[in-house]
């Protein structure tokens, strides 16, 4: 006897080893960008001040990429299963944060997709800036999906180089020369791996362009009126 499987069989097993293969990547790049940020922690010592509890870098909007968005919606689903009730209140967060800044969201409202092109980036510095994080535990001043944490805030706090130099958080480094704070230089991803799995995931998925938490934890990405949450 014969028999016959339907087709998307196949596909929805090459999706999960896909999505298997994406996430080991994906823990290799975390462990790679911790070390880093231990190490540049031990050089800085009392310089860097970061500490549980500490969350001005947690106010304002910042564009995240589709590789933090699986990571934090995997977060998320994680979360559910341990402490569902605070899930459930950062999935409050979430909707509430998006009722309040749809209407001047710098991109489309409904995938939470942000624009790209010319002036998008001055048009996004005006927005949101005085947001919290819907990650953001109110009341203990900590972050709910600490481990799940979007790239550009595992990075925050010590010297990391862009086109501009190096940056530091302004509460950190207080009285260091410059000398001293180049020589806490961290260097997060210097194979550029991040780049690599994020092609791999915007590849996989159909789903490309930068969004933010709110809409990331709120709605996912509306493909072709479906709602789509991507799980690892």
Same mark, same amino acid.
């Given at each position: ?6 087709? *998307? ?5 090459? #999706? ?8 080991? @990547? ?17 050089? *800085? ?47 409050? /967060? ?8 749809? /209407? ?57 180089? *862009? ?10 480094? #207080? ?11 961290? @260097? ?35 493909? @072709?009126?479906? *709602? ?5």
């Amino acid at each position: 006897m014969v028999r016959r499987f339907p087709a *998307s069989a196949g596909r929805d097993r090459d #999706q999960a080893k896909d999505q298997a293969q994406n996430r080991t @990547k994906d823990q290799e790049l975390i462990q790679i960008v911790d070390s880093a940020l231990a190490d540049a922690a031990r050089r *800085s010592g009392q310089w860097l001040v970061c500490r549980p509890g500490c969350t001005q870098c947690c106010i304002g909007a910042f564009p995240i990429n589709q590789l933090d968005a699986q990571r934090l919606r995997q977060g998320l689903a994680d979360l559910e299963m341990r402490a569902p009730q605070h899930a459930d209140r950062v999935r409050e /967060r979430a909707r509430e944060a998006v009722a309040r800044l749809s /209407r001047d969201f710098p991109g489309d409202p409904v995938s939470g997709t942000l624009d790209e092109g010319d002036g998008a980036a001055e048009r996004f510095a005006e927005f949101a800036n005085d947001e919290p994080c819907p990650v953001l535990d109110p009341e203990t001043g900590n972050c709910e999906l600490y481990e799940s944490r979007p790239m550009t805030c595992r990075v925050f706090g010590p010297p990391v180089r *862009s086109e501009d130099g190096l940056g530091v958080c302004e509460l950190c480094y #207080q009285g260091a020369s410059d000398e001293e704070i180049a020589a806490c230089e961290m @260097k997060p991803d210097p194979d550029n791996r991040e780049s690599v799995l994020l092609r791999r995931v915007e590849n996989s998925t159909g789903i490309s362009g930068d969004t933010i938490i709110a809409f990331c934890l709120a709605t996912g990405h509306i493909k @072709k009126g479906i *709602s789509v949450f991507l799980l690892f």
